[in-house]
T-cell receptor, first 113, second 116 residues
Framework: GEDVEQSLFLSVREGDSSVINCTYT??????LYWYKQEPGAGLQLLTY?????DMKQDQRLTVLLNKKDKHLSLRIADTQTGDSAIYFC?????????????FGKGTKLSVKP | DAGVIQSPRHEVTEMGQEVTLRCKLI?????LFWYRQTMMRGLELLIY????????DSGMPEDRFSAKMPNASFSTLKIQPSEPRDSAVYFC??????????????FGAGTRLSVL
């Protein structure tokens, strides 16, 4: 089936690293995405990774991709209270789609001071 | 660009009433997506359009829901008649779709619908 799986909750202390994990289903996905949703707002693209890459780093964010296991992770270094949000993993569905994405149910990150 | 604009931001209505949600795409985008978000079911894709043509409406719950794109920059999602179980946050998103390229969807702020 076309399911993107994520754990629903993660709680960390301010200053620690957060790691949010995701498993996806379609090995032919060309791009994989992380979106962030702050309270009362829509989803916003955080970062993405092309499928021929293993890792992408952008300031405090590190994305790791394991294509063999279809596993994607998002690491946030030095997590701040402003990072509290819901994080969605998304993949492009099988070939033949026309721009839609398959989203996971989201991981709610709570950062304690 | 102002981004994807949704209206209204909040809608409270009574069961049986017609509800119309509106969405203005980002200029130049050719794909439009309607989503519904609830605590129980998470984010669900209802329908999406490419170049004003509906591509997949399999996520539309039932015939009470309909969506249109009267022009390239505007869409409506209508619920008639509305029911309490339709209470949710409805998002629209737009993107520039190119096959094989990354498809970044830009979301509006959402419409919070409460059906009493």
């Amino acid at each position: 089936g076309e399911d993107v799986e994520q754990s629903l909750f993660l709680s960390v202390r301010e200053g620690d690293s957060s790691v949010i994990n995701c498993t996806y289903t379609d090995s032919s996905s060309t791009y994989l995405y992380w979106y962030k949703q702050e309270p009362g707002a829509g989803l916003q693209l955080l970062t993405y990774i092309f499928s021929n890459m293993d890792m992408k780093q952008d300031q405090r964010l590190t994305v790791l991709l394991n294509k063999k296991d279809k596993h994607l992770s998002l690491r946030i270094a030095d997590t701040q209270t402003g990072d509290s949000a819901i994080y969605f993993c998304a993949e492009t569905p099988p070939s033949g789609s026309q721009g839609n994405l398959i989203f996971g149910k989201g991981t709610k990150l709570s950062v304690k001071p | 660009d102002a981004g994807v604009i949704q209206s209204p931001r909040h809608e409270v209505t009574e069961m049986g009433q017609e509800v119309t949600l509106r969405c203005k795409l980002i200029s130049g985008h050719n794909s439009l997506f309607w989503y519904r978000q609830t605590m129980m079911r998470g984010l669900e894709l209802l329908i999406y359009f490419n170049n004003n043509v509906p591509i997949d409406d399999s996520g539309m719950p039932e015939d009470r829901f309909s969506a249109k794109m009267p022009n390239a920059s505007f869409s409506t999602l209508k619920i008639q008649p509305s029911e309490p179980r339709d209470s949710a946050v409805y998002f629209c998103a737009s993107s520039t779709t190119t096959q094989g390229a990354k498809n970044i969807q830009y979301f509006g702020a959402g419409t919070r619908l409460s059906v009493l």
